[in-house]
């Protein structure tokens, strides 16, 4: 079989260490309850050998270039049925899984946000991700209050899911070597899928309060007329020292 072509276009850095391929592999946790896999983006399939080894899982494929799935469905015929020439930010999930299932995947740079807030979106059937991503995502997305990392990404993801940093990827490990360092993280659904506060509020003030993030939340929320609902202690933070539960609060306050 005549190797994939990475196309920058795509985002494309495929891993060629076997070894870094099986630890993200060995990051997911089937204890969790879910037998379905989605990998996302698996190239000429690094992750794909150590995920088909696994009794336990049902492996699943979406990759958006179409020579990658031409190269997967000759190196896998066994998948057949399950490898899907698409877009994972456009797919519909209940269409495919019936079940819960779990993420995984060396997702291209250029969507790692996006990719994120699908899973979010999704995160009734999601209980489970593990993805390399550029290393300063995986630690936005991990972040505590009180640095200037901590952002949406940050408070929207933990809100639904428990983060934890695995581990740094060097870029010589990749053909072509990206630019960046790479970081694998782990996303484990907490107990609830849901927040006890109004959700759609809970993002647009979240979303407000970072978009000025430099201001006072006085300032920054002023299009919800915090004044009088929100006590003045608060109103003087800015959003980076807030944590979730502090959002949920400043929401349900709101909602009154």
Not at 100 to 105: D, S
Request: glycine share 6%; with cysteine.
């Amino acid at each position: 079989m005549s190797l994939v072509r990475a196309k920058k276009h795509l985002g494309q850095h495929f891993l060629t260490d076997k070894n870094i391929a099986q630890k993200i592999v060995e990051g997911l946790r089937p204890s969790l309850g879910y037998t379905d896999v989605l990998e996302v983006g698996p190239g000429m399939g690094v992750l794909t050998d150590f995920l088909v080894k696994k009794e336990a899982y049902k492996t699943h494929l979406i990759d958006i270039d179409g020579e990658s799935i031409e190269y997967l469905h000759k190196k896998y015929p066994e998948l057949k049925d399950r490898i899907v020439h698409g877009d994972f930010l456009a797919m519909d999930f209940s269409s495919v899984f019936k079940e819960q299932f779990a993420i995984i995947g060396n997702f291209p740079y250029n969507i790692s946000s996006q990719i994120i807030f699908k899973i979010i979106e999704n995160r009734a059937m999601v209980p489970e991700m593990v993805g390399m991503f550029q290393k300063e995502v995986g630690e936005r997305v991990a972040a505590k209050p009180g640095g200037k990392e901590y952002g949406i990404l940050s408070v929207l993801t933990q809100a639904y899911y428990k983060i934890e940093y695995l581990f740094t990827v060097k870029p010589g490990v990749f053909n072509p070597p990206p630019k960046v360092n790479s970081g694998v993280i782990r996303l484990t659904r907490k107990e609830s899928t849901s927040l006890n506060c109004n959700e759609k509020l809970f993002f647009q003030v979240v979303k407000a309060a970072f978009n000025q993030r430099r201001k006072q939340l006085r300032n920054a929320l002023s299009q919800f007329q915090p004044k009088g609902k929100i006590d003045d202690v608060t109103l003087e933070l800015r959003a980076e020292k807030l944590s979730v539960e502090d959002f949920i609060k400043i929401t349900q306050l709101l909602e009154q």
